[in-house]
């Protein structure tokens, strides 16, 4: 295992306002975990990095890290060094969570409060700060529209965003708390929203038919964090991380329509994000990320030797420090874990 240490030099900002700043300060450090596909070795690690909180593909050898005080880092993963690093937003330690990449190619972070920041990561600056509604959680882009769909935490809708002006598009309610939001990949006409409710309820909308959201028919039991298509087969995921017990476990979904009867995987730790690479393994790999009872990282490794509707575990992998995020760049090779300590 090779370590890479990058030395920063971290800006403290005073906080303003009504919060108290043993709320907010953060001195983590974070880690990235560079972890082969082809046998679920970890091959190396870059550390030192300050407060990550969200990773995201930046395009060949490119990766964009997020942190908590509003920086956004530019990573060679081949070279292992920062290309470039500049502020997106004020010093917070709770915003800078989810992110998305639109069809414009700007990158679109979730900013503390309820601000959404748009970044131009051609010309690495804020090209906008909006609010598209009360408080955004999470948000996934379009693949096929200029459009972007959030999730508001405080009112409970399900949200457009048209990027050419950054206006909010229509709202649809929902009637029990949500927790995360996709698109599906292909078509781009499906949005899954999944619920933290005690029940884990299932929205769905299908855009050609109308912008309402409707209970899916799934039998669901209990509070589910995170939503991910697959993107082939109309299969996605969600995760139920069962706080409660030791271990948690995947539900796999066949259909946005009328859904078939999920398949259930049980995987290892409480499962809090997921990724999935169709070029890795024979249909693809399914990392789930988790978070161990003793408050460690996870990674328990999915493949399809069958179909996409037969799971099997291939590899559970242990990773020291808190889990962040979790990627699968498109080539496949490597998956990548972001961990603090």
Request: proline share 6%; glycine share 10%; hydrophobic share 35%.
């Amino acid at each position: 295992m090779k370590s890479i240490y990058i030395p920063f030099l971290v800006l403290l900002i005073p906080l303003i306002g009504c919060h108290e700043v043993m709320e907010y300060q953060s001195n983590d450090e974070s880690r990235i975990t560079f972890i082969r596909s082809s046998d679920f070795q970890v091959e190396r690690y870059m550390d030192g990095l300050p407060q990550g909180r969200t990773l995201l593909s930046g395009g060949s050898n490119k990766l964009i890290l997020l942190t908590a005080e509003g920086t956004l880092y530019r990573i060679n993963s081949e070279e292992m060094t920062v290309d470039t690093s500049y502020t997106i937003g004020g010093s917070s330690g709770t915003g800078y969570g989810d992110a998305a990449i639109a069809n414009n190619g700007n990158l679109y972070v979730l900013g503390p409060g309820s601000q959404v920041i748009e970044v131009n990561l051609n010309t690495n600056s804020v090209e906008d700060q909006f609010s598209p509604g009360s408080n955004p959680i999470a948000i996934c882009a379009s693949s096929t529209l200029d459009r972007l769909y959030f999730i508001d935490g405080l009112e409970d809708y399900i949200g457009e965003i048209w990027t050419s002006n950054n206006h909010t598009g229509f709202t649809s309610n929902t009637a029990y708390p949500l927790a995360d939001v996709m698109i599906e990949p292909l078509g781009g006409r499906h949005i899954v929203a999944v619920c933290s409710d005690d029940c884990g309820s299932i929205y769905g909308i299908w855009l050609d038919l109308s912008e309402c959201a409707r209970l899916l028919a799934i039998p669901h039991s209990s509070p589910s964090s995170c939503v991910l298509p697959m993107g082939q087969d109309s299969v996605y995921m969600i995760c139920y991380p069962e706080w409660t017990s030791v271990n948690g476990y995947v539900k796999f979904i066949q259909g946005y329509v009328v859904p078939d009867i999920p398949v259930r995987a049980n995987v290892e730790g409480h499962p809090i994000d997921m990724a999935f690479n169709s070029n890795s393994g024979y249909l693809g790999n399914l990392y789930i990320l988790g978070r161990s009872e003793s408050g460690n990282t996870v990674v328990t490794v999915m493949e399809f030797p069958f179909s996409h509707m037969e799971p099997e575990i291939a590899s559970v992998i242990s990773i020291d420090g808190f889990p962040r995020d979790i990627i699968a760049p498109a080539s496949g090779e490597y998956l990548m874990v972001l961990t603090s300590d």
